[in-house]
């Protein structure tokens, strides 16, 4: 019979993790994800966030105030080019689409994705120099750009397995509940999934061994609109938890997910 320890990798629990169910997330009990969104590319018609770093390093060495101005540009396009990737992934990108750049960092809040007050400040750096026609100091445009850079590479790894629906448990409620946001048709869909195992905890029933060919039943669907924000909120908030949780997870086994076997976890791998 299972148990919470043995759920544990998989499933995220209430008083097992650190943060899983406070504030907008307070009434679930447990979650674990059902369907992942995988990017290839985050810009499959132009360059990629990365690719409006280079460009920015590139125009900084030109040491003259064209450059450093360009400069800033790149790095604020690849920053603005991986939170609408971000907000496409949860469906919500339409629903925020004219939404300027301070409402998106409040969403990004909102649902917990990672800390924005460094974010804010690069945003407020860049009012003062495109609107205000502020000069730029190298070493202000070098920081913004090294700031970009590593927002960059902290999001990369959500690209790989964004959680767009989970199989969850909610206060007072013994069903075993799926929750999917859809990209298509930009709704939150809720169902009951007719799983038959299932056992009690401390955080009440947790079901285990569900199969996608369980019977469903539509309970709801939720608009991914700004006037339903509070209704959607929590699982959005749910989906970005789980999402992270797995982008900082190591291989448990011996062997890692992408088929490479980890002789030495400190120093070094072997490629097969």
């Keep these: 019979m299972p148990n919470i320890e043995k759920l544990s990798s998989g499933y995220a629990i209430r008083e097992v993790d650190i943060d899983f169910s406070i504030g907008k997330r307070y009434f679930f009990r447990y979650a674990t994800p059902s369907k992942y969104l995988v990017f290839s590319s985050l810009n499959e018609n132009g360059p990629e966030p990365l690719d409006y770093i280079a460009y920015a390093k590139a125009d900084i ?7 450093r101005i360009n400069a800033l540009g790149h790095a604020k396009r690849a920053i603005h080019l991986v939170i609408d990737q971000l ?12 939404s300027n750049f301070p409402s998106k960092l ?21 009012n003062l120099i495109e609107h205000k026609y502020k000069d730029i100091s190298e070493e202000e445009v070098v920081n913004f750009t090294e700031v970009a850079e590593m927002f960059i590479l902290l999001t990369y790894p959500y690209f790989k397995n964004i959680v767009k629906a989970a199989y969850i448990g909610v206060d007072r409620d013994d069903r075993c509940l799926e929750c999917e946001a859809s990209q298509k048709k930009e709704i939150l869909i809720i169902q009951e999934v007719q799983a038959p195992l299932y056992f009690n905890s401390p955080q009440g029933r947790v079901y285990y061994n569900i199969e996608h060919e369980h019977k469903r039943i539509p309970l709801e669907e939720i608009k991914l609109t700004k006037a339903n ?5 929590p699982y ?5 938890y789980c999402t992270k949780r797995i982008a900082i997870m190591l291989p448990r086994s011996n062997e890692s997910p992408g088929g490479r ?12």
Excluded at 61 to 67: E, W
Excluded at 87 to 98: D, G, P, Q, V
Excluded at 106 to 126: C, S, W
Excluded at 263 to 271: A, G, K, M, Q
């Design 229 to 233: 924000a509070s209704r959607w909120l």
């Design 87 to 98: 907000l496409y992934a949860f469906a919500i990108s339409k629903a925020y689409r004219r």
């Design 61 to 67: 060495s030109l040491k003259n105030q064209r450059g």
């Design 106 to 126: 409040a969403l990004l809040k909102e649902i917990d994705a990672f800390p924005i007050r460094i974010l804010d400040q690069l945003n407020r750096t860049r």
């Design 261 to 272: 076997i980890w002789e030495d976890h400190l120093t070094r791998e072997i490629i097969i």
């Design 236 to 240: 959005i908030n749910l989906f970005m």
